[in-house]
């Protein structure tokens, strides 16, 4: 006799709403848990990985390595000291340097980095698979106080070319020195790049020196001293120092020759990384914590499954009546045996693709606040090879779960026979 186990078994599922509900309330949630680890560990690692192509070295004050990486290329944190602006024209006279692109950093804009830069950084800055910046509107900037800004800047602020900007002194949360004597005309809007770029603004060297004309030490001018932005723009600007210089070299046979010659150094203390094996490094150092979230999301799928086994298993002296009024209607055992592992897979099925989306959902919600809070994209698509492996496990792993509670119930079924009244 042939029984139609899956229908069957979503019935018995059916008439157990309350308890199947519980159960895969929690597989998705263990479910979602896990692809979220594995979304977040692979979308930080493409979204670092892209975020700069084409550079061969990145020098700044001597320090750590993944620190000059964070806060020259991801706008993370602060430099421990600038750069000469005679060593940067030094290095950028080498013969085995082809180009060299400072930057300056330590002013905002309403929670966005202000990158102080030259019109080479336009031309040389290269994301993903040595993609060059382009722009949505407008033009890089050409007169001293103008900006060019990335694509989240003018998408959450509602700015559009010709629009007036003030920027502030310092990166923190709160502006308390604005240098709004000094207004800032947006001149164009980059395209999306999915990297840092697109939640920087972007100004000239000239413009960071002139905002700071008579500042000391951090400290803004007296009131009085206040130099406006007519003197300001006819002075010379010529920087001091910079934050950090990114480097492209003619040959990258000699990479290894001019990183040794920046480490070394005499003039004053720097440091030259390769942004891969800096990355590389990054990626060590939280090694740790990611096997521990993953191996953490694994055990929570699997205190899932253990849950759905302790609840089939304390439901079966109760379904004892059941499977009697089954065997009376020419079921086997091994039909008892296989309903109760087709009821765990469908429970563990519903429970993975609930899970799925709930992670999307979470997505759709959490992607632009961890871009604002830690500067990469979590980029919204369809589920990945590995992922869908994840999934594929997660049910067979329902499915195994299910024997323990189906090979007791098909030896009660051999045991009771037709003797359990009924």
């Keep these: 006799m042939n029984f139609p186990l899956k229908r069957l078994a979503l019935r018995s599922l059916l008439n157990r709403w309350v308890t199947a509900s519980l159960t895969i309330t929690a597989i998705a949630l263990s479910v979602g848990l896990l692809l979220g680890v594995e979304k977040v560990r692979t979308g930080a690692q493409d979204s670092f990985s892209n975020t700069i192509s084409g550079t061969d070295l990145i020098v700044g004050a001597r320090g750590g390595a993944v620190q000059l990486l964070l806060y020259s290329v991801f706008r993370i944190g602060d430099a421990t000291n600038n750069i000469s602006w005679e060593s940067y024209q030094d290095m950028r006279a080498w013969r085995e340097v082809d180009w060299a692109v400072p930057i300056s950093l330590g002013d905002s804009h309403r929670g966005f980095r202000v990158v102080g830069t030259t019109g080479?950084?336009?031309?040389?800055?290269?994301?993903?698979?040595?993609?060059?910046?382009?722009?949505?509107?407008?033009?890089?900037?050409?007169?001293?106080?103008?900006?060019?800004?990335?694509?989240?800047?003018?998408?959450?602020?509602?700015?559009?070319?010709?629009?007036?900007?003030?920027?502030?002194?310092?990166?923190?949360?709160?502006?308390?020195?604005?240098?709004?004597?000094?207004?800032?005309?947006?001149?164009?809007?980059?395209?999306?790049?999915?990297?840092?770029?697109?939640?920087?603004?972007?100004?000239?060297?000239?413009?960071?020196?002139?905002?700071?004309?008579?500042?000391?030490?951090?400290?803004?001018?007296?009131?009085?001293?206040?130099?406006?932005?007519?003197?300001?723009?006819?002075?010379?600007?010529?920087?001091?120092?910079?934050?950090?210089?990114?480097?492209?070299?003619?040959?990258?046979?000699?990479?290894?020759?001019?990183?040794?010659?920046?480490?070394?150094?005499?003039?004053?203390?720097?440091?030259a990384i390769l942004p891969g094996v800096a990355l590389q490094q990054l990626w060590d150092a939280i090694g740790g914590l990611e096997t521990a979230l993953l191996a953490i999301s694994i055990l929570v799928v699997g205190t899932g499954f253990l849950g759905m086994t302790a609840v089939s298993l304390s439901g079966l002296n109760e379904r004892r009546r059941e499977m009697a009024i089954l065997r009376s209607v020419g079921a086997r055992p091994v039909h008892v045996?296989?309903?109760?592992?087709?009821?765990?897979?469908?429970?563990?099925?519903?429970?993975?693709?609930?899970?799925?989306?709930?992670?999307?959902?979470?997505?759709?919600?959490?992607?632009?606040?961890?871009?604002?809070?830690?500067?990469?994209?979590?980029?919204?698509?369809?589920?990945?090879?590995?992922?869908?492996?994840?999934?594929?496990?997660?049910?067979?792993?329902?499915?195994?779960?299910?024997?323990?509670?189906?090979?007791?119930?098909?030896?009660?079924?051999?045991?009771?026979?037709?003797?359990?009244?009924?």
Excluded: C
């Design 337 to 422: 045996f296989l309903l109760l592992v087709v009821e765990s897979g469908v429970l563990a099925a519903i429970g993975a693709l609930i899970g799925a989306g709930i992670l999307y959902v979470a997505l759709v919600v959490a992607q632009p606040i961890i871009q604002v809070r830690l500067g990469f994209s979590l980029p919204i698509d369809w589920p990945s090879t590995w992922e869908m492996t994840l999934l594929g496990l997660v049910i067979v792993a329902g499915v195994i779960s299910g024997f323990i509670p189906a090979l007791l119930a098909y030896r009660r079924s051999l045991a009771d026979g037709m003797s359990i009244r009924v």
């Design 120 to 271: 080479d950084y336009f031309k040389h800055y290269r994301f993903g698979r040595r993609q060059s910046l382009t722009f949505n509107a407008g033009q890089p900037y050409a007169a001293l106080f103008e900006a060019a800004i990335g694509a989240d800047v003018a998408e959450e602020l509602g700015y559009s070319v010709g629009d007036k900007i003030i920027l502030a002194h310092g990166v923190g949360a709160f502006e308390f020195a604005k240098h709004d004597n000094k207004p800032f005309t947006i001149s164009g809007i980059l395209a999306k790049t999915g990297t840092p770029v697109d939640r920087s603004v972007h100004v000239s060297l000239e413009a960071i020196e002139a905002i700071h004309i008579g500042w000391k030490d951090g400290r803004p001018p007296r009131a009085g001293l206040t130099v406006s932005t007519e003197v300001g723009a006819i002075q010379e600007l010529q920087p001091t120092a910079v934050t950090a210089v990114m480097l492209g070299l003619k040959s990258r046979m000699a990479v290894f020759s001019v990183q040794r010659r920046i480490n070394t150094y005499r003039e004053e203390p720097l440091l």
